[in-house]
Every structure is written in C-alpha cells, then in structure tokens.
C-alpha cells in the first residue's frame, strides 16, 4: 500500500475517533471553554498507595482545549491497569473522556458542574461508574467515582508526586 494512502488512513481514523467523542444529546448544558481554565488545578502528578499497589493521575496543563492524562496502577510486578484520559471542550460542551486499557472506543463523562475546587461529569447509561467527581484539597486531590445515586462510592485521595 502506499505510504500516502496508509497516512491518510490514519488521518480518517483520527478523525473519526475524534468526531464520535463528541457528547451526545440535547439536554446537555453547554459550557464556555474558557470553563476549562477553573480545572488547573488539575495539572500534575497524583499518587496514591494501598497495600503496596500504586496508582498515578498525570494531567498535562491545560494546552488549547484540553487536558491531556494517563492513569497507572501498579505494584513492584507489574502493571494491573492504565488508561488514557483528557477534559475537553468540542461544541459548547466540555466532557471527562476514558479509555480504559487504550481501548480505541473512548467513554464520554459530560461535565455537570465546575468551580475552583471541584469538577464533576456524569454518564447515566456508563455501567460503573456513572459520576466522577474531582475535589481539590488541602492533602491533594481526591478522586471519587459512583453511581448517580451515590452508590457503590469509592474515592481515591491522591497527593501530588
């Protein structure tokens, strides 16, 4: 195949990952991009131990409109899971976007609300968890995912690394 068709291949794929990643819907409440600039905070390298297994958020500043992140848990064996992250305005919207594992198929998270201290996105038809929510605190950060009703609650308190 040649070289300038596999390009532009790559380009489509992009593209299309891209465009697909983009919040759905007509009810969502639509957000200046310039809302962005209250996460941050956000930016850094987070850390948090249990039992030995390591767990680091790293958030790039934000560049355009975006925040770019990586999630890795692991322990002195080997990695027991990753994923790639961003926060992104597209459209009047900005949404918490995962992909677990790399996976090419992203997990959108539309933000709900946003201030100085805290952020939250909500994906109601996401199996688990359907609300994340970032705190800033005094310690750090904490992480905490759940249901919409509050159930099956966890949170994670990350310290900056």
């Keep these: 195949m040649p070289k300038s068709f596999t390009k532009l291949a ?18 969502a409440k639509k957000w200046d991009p310039a809302e962005l ?11 948090f131990e249990e039992n030995g297994v390591v767990t680091e958020e790293h958030w790039r500043p934000l560049q355009g409109t975006t925040l770019l992140g990586t999630s890795h848990t692991y322990d002195k064996e080997k990695t027991r899971f990753f994923e790639f992250l961003r926060i992104s305005a597209r459209a009047g919207s900005i949404a918490y976007v995962a992909m677990p594992g790399g996976s090419p198929k992203p997990t959108l998270f539309p933000m709900v609300s ?23 605190t005094e310690k750090g950060v904490t992480a905490t995912i759940s249901m919409l009703d509050g159930t099956r609650s966890k949170a994670f308190v990350f310290e900056r690394k």
């Design 114 to 136: 946003c201030d100085e201290k805290q952020v939250v996105f909500e994906n109601p038809e996401h199996d688990h968890p359907q609300r994340i929510r970032y705190e800033k």
């Design 10 to 27: 790559r380009i489509a794929l992009i593209a299309f990952l891209c465009l697909s990643a983009a919040p759905q819907g007509t009810d």
């Design 37 to 47: 600039k209250r996460l941050e905070w956000l930016s850094g390298t987070w850390a």
